[in-house]
């Protein structure tokens, strides 16, 4: 089964093992995806261009980024040019046919433009225009299949392809780990889904608290209780890929020896379809 690899781009994750053990499992005949994000060098080129990221919070106290037309111009340069170039350039150089692709690439990933979003600023309900934000709906999966089966490996990242009403493509942010889940969904796949942790912990400060496996409703139920911040994102895009088609999901250590391979054979936390049987009854 093919797998999909979704990259980190938190400043602790060192991408080289990851890019070695990707290219050790395409030379052993492996079909591997690789998928990525880049918000800090996003938010490390704003800086130096003296721009300042905004936040905002949703009326359900979610935080996320508000992408403005500027911003998403950063957005473009730094995932879909400087990231990904970078990652393809590094495969290559391990021996791998990697291609790159933003979502917009092919129609690989698309869904509506949310150019209007609801936020909490002091307290009070409004509505702020201008994003250039959207969730992916579709992905053109016989891209993928046919450079797969060609011997290449799809390198992926957003921005995504945002309909708009008129039906014209405007490229817009994404979740990078969504777009992932969506992905290895459609295929289907395994996800691997690599950060700067072992995986779920019970106790962020302990590693000893790893959820090691979740393959039933309560283990579920446990794990999302304790997950916080940007690992409540990551289960979110879990659930999104089991339901969506995806064989297993595993969050993993990116900075681990030959993660892919750890993370396949048993490390990190490994989230199993029968752990949301109850949301499918």
């Keep these: 089964m093919t797998v999909v690899v979704k990259i980190g781009g938190a400043r602790a994750v060192d991408p080289a093992g990851a890019i070695a053990d990707v290219a050790s499992l395409v030379d052993s005949g492996k079909d591997i995806v690789v998928t990525h994000g ?77 150019s209007a979003i609801r936020v909490v600023e002091d307290g009070k309900k409004k509505i702020r225009r201008g994003d250039h934000s959207g969730r992916p709906e579709t992905v053109n999966e016989s891209l993928l299949s046919s450079l797969l089966a060609d011997g290449y490996t799809p390198v992926c990242s957003p921005p995504m392809g945002g309909i708009e009403d008129d039906e014209s493509v405007t490229p ?43 393959a039933t409703r309560a283990e579920w139920e446990r794990v999302e209780d304790a997950a916080e911040g940007f690992m409540s994102r990551k289960l979110m895009a879990a659930e999104e890929s089991l339901t969506g088609g995806a064989s297993e999901v595993v969050v993993a250590d990116a900075n681990a020896e030959a993660p892919v391979t750890a993370a396949l054979n048993g490390s990190g936390t490994h989230i199993q379809p029968d752990a949301l049987e109850a949301d499918r009854a």
């Design 38 to 114: 880049g918000s800090t060098a996003v938010d490390e080129l704003l800086d130096r261009l003296g721009m300042e990221p905004e936040y905002v919070e949703t009326p359900d106290g979610v935080v996320g980024r508000f992408t403005d037309e500027d911003t998403m111009e950063v957005f473009e340069m730094v995932l879909a040019g400087r990231v990904n170039t970078q990652l393809v350039a590094s495969l290559r150089t391990a021996g791998v046919d990697a291609v790159g692709l933003s979502g917009v690439d092919g129609g690989l990933l698309e869904g509506p433009r949310t």
């Design 172 to 214: 817009v942010n994404t979740d990078a780990d969504r777009a992932a889940a969506l992905i290895a969904g459609a295929l289907p796949a395994r996800l691997v889904l690599l950060t700067d942790v072992p995986g779920i912990l019970a106790d962020p400060d302990d590693e000893s608290t790893l959820f090691e496996s979740v």
